[in-house]
């Protein structure tokens, strides 16, 4: 039950934040890193290069103030996410976070080498990419975020917290809540979306 | 237990990855040990994601977004097509290799393992002032100065103030200072305004990033300049 709990407060956080400004379709660039790792799909690549590379291009020219180095830390993320593809694990976060970190991880290593003069590629050992997983099983982390949540939810009208609780709780999907609870899909869903407008607003999480 | 953990806005800048590497390794070696810190990072990156990659272009619907990226060429200053035939040549790279061998240090005659992020930071041969050895973490960051620090057992630092900060990470046993004691894995920062005299009794390793060198605060501690030096 720990473990469960544990997850779901991460789950519902997550799943409000990402709801909050989710203009980009993780399913597709899941989609398109599957294609890369699985046959080299060059043209999901490309999909995934006009998609990312422009907006890499316009932070790191913001963080590096040189055109040449923006356009190398393009290169060098871009290289990575073709190569690296296959290690991309989509149970272990979203792929925006994966690519965000090979980009931190590449620009970190330049301005180390333009600062400090050493090629020593030290940010794979800050963040290293193999440990991107998330820690749900940690008993003692936030226990108060936890009941916090748990108590937010009892707050809910019984329909909603039925949902809730069977999507987050016992992770079914909405098919099969809809099964479950002898209901439509569509009320399912509505429900759902109903229970997180509130839990959002009982949780004070801003639309920023 | 540990108590002192960094500030919300370091994790926010480590994740962001604009603080140096010296003072990145030591919230990594922190968040190692703090699952609190660690899930904190989590969170924080994913939210660094989001913001990084969603931009204005998203008012147009989720759905339709990529397609209307793909219909209008997105603007490079460079050749777009080469670099992704350039990149599209390469093999794909072979699965990650974990290197696990465990680094370590001996500090007259104590052997200390060192965390992985050290794995690939070279140390400066161990110095010696009465209980205090130093082996300087060689990272070539200016001002900022890194160092693997040992107090033996009974042994303590002058009181002193600091010009600029001072974190330590506790990598092995305890100290204390007028302000409490520490454990492995406390994540301390202090800077001009505080003062303090660090003694440990049973004796400890730390990992140290110190931005200016130490004041030495006691009249008679004023002669012990050298160790101001030693420390910073
Ligand atoms: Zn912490």
Known sequence: MQVVQSSLSNKITGHIISSMHSPIENTDICLWLNAVATSRDKSAFTQLFHFFAPKILNISKSKL??????????QETMSNVWKKAHLFDESKGAPTTWIYTIMRNVTF????????NK?????????????????????FSDHLEQKQILSVIDKLPQNQQEVIKGFYFMEMSQEQLAQHLDLPVGT????????????????????? | MINHHPKIELLIQYVN?????SISA?????????????????????????????????????????????????????DAQSMINNITDMPAETELKVDDTPVSITLRGVEYELPNVMKHMSLGKPAQIGKLSRSRILLDEGHIHSSLLRIEAGGSIPEHTHNGYEITLL???????????????????????HQHQPMSELGCLCYTVVSDSLHFTQGINKLLNPIGSFIY
């Open chain 1, 65 to 74: 103030s040189n055109k040449t180095l923006a356009n190398e830390v393009v």
């Open chain 1, 119 to 139: 090629e020593d590629n030290l940010s794979d050992d800050i963040w290293p990419m193999v440990e991107m997983a998330e820690v749900d099983d940690e008993p």
């Open chain 2, 17 to 21: 990855g604009e603080l140096p590497a």
């Open chain 2, 171 to 193: 990598l092995e046993g305890s100290f204390k200072d007028d302000m409490g004691e520490y454990v492995a894995g406390d994540f301390i920062v202090l800077d001009g305004k």
């Open chain 1, 109 to 116: 290593d330049i301005l180390r080498k333009l600062q400090s």
């Open chain 1, 188 to 208: 399912v869903k509505s429900r759902l979306r109903l229970a997180l407008i509130k839990l959002r607003g009982l949780l004070g999480v801003n639309n920023d």
């Open chain 2, 26 to 78: 030591g919230i990594k070696i922190h968040a190692d040990l703090c699952p609190k810190c660690n899930n904190q990072i989590i969170e924080l990156t994913k939210h660094a994601a989001e913001t990084s990659f969603a931009q204005e272009d998203t008012l147009v619907g989720i759905g339709s977004e990529v397609l209307s990226l793909k219909g209008d060429e997105p603007e490079y200053n460079f």
